[in-house]
């Protein structure tokens, strides 16, 4: 079963930081091309993709915390939260897999 939200309107402040982060990222992803193309050393390498994966994984928790506080408290309110939590939950399990 899929909710059919489509947008959630995020706080300024919110969204800045967010996208902050997601371009701070996207920096660290070039770093590592970079690297790749310079012939570095793999284990430096692969500090910056676990650096790269965990500052994603937090940017995941952010999300998720947001859409939990709110998403999902409003659907309770209004008679929609098992819908929602089943949602939350396939993409938590998702989440989980490696």
Request: contains cysteine; hydrophobic residues 35%.
């Given at each position: 079963m899929s909710v059919q939200?489509?947008?959630?309107?995020?706080?300024?402040?919110e969204k800045t930081k967010l996208l902050n982060r997601l371009?701070?990222?996207?920096?660290?992803?070039?770093?590592?091309e970079k690297m790749v193309e310079d012939d570095?050393?793999?284990?430096?390498?692969?500090?910056?993709?676990?650096a790269i994966e965990s500052a994603?994984?937090?940017?995941?928790?952010?999300?998720?915390?947001?859409?939990?506080?709110?998403?999902v408290t409003h659907a309770v309110k209004t008679?929609?939260?098992d819908e929602y939590i089943e949602e939350l939950m396939g993409i938590l399990k998702q989440f989980s897999k490696k």
């Amino acid at each position: 079963m899929s909710v059919q939200a489509t947008h959630t309107i995020r706080p300024d402040e919110e969204k800045t930081k967010l996208l902050n982060r997601l371009k701070r990222i996207e920096g660290q992803v070039r770093g590592v091309e970079k690297m790749v193309e310079d012939d570095r050393y793999c284990m430096d390498i692969l500090i910056q993709l676990r650096a790269i994966e965990s500052a994603l994984h937090n940017v995941g928790l952010e999300v998720t915390e947001r859409h939990m506080k709110h998403c999902v408290t409003h659907a309770v309110k209004t008679g929609e939260g098992d819908e929602y939590i089943e949602e939350l939950m396939g993409i938590l399990k998702q989440f989980s897999k490696k």
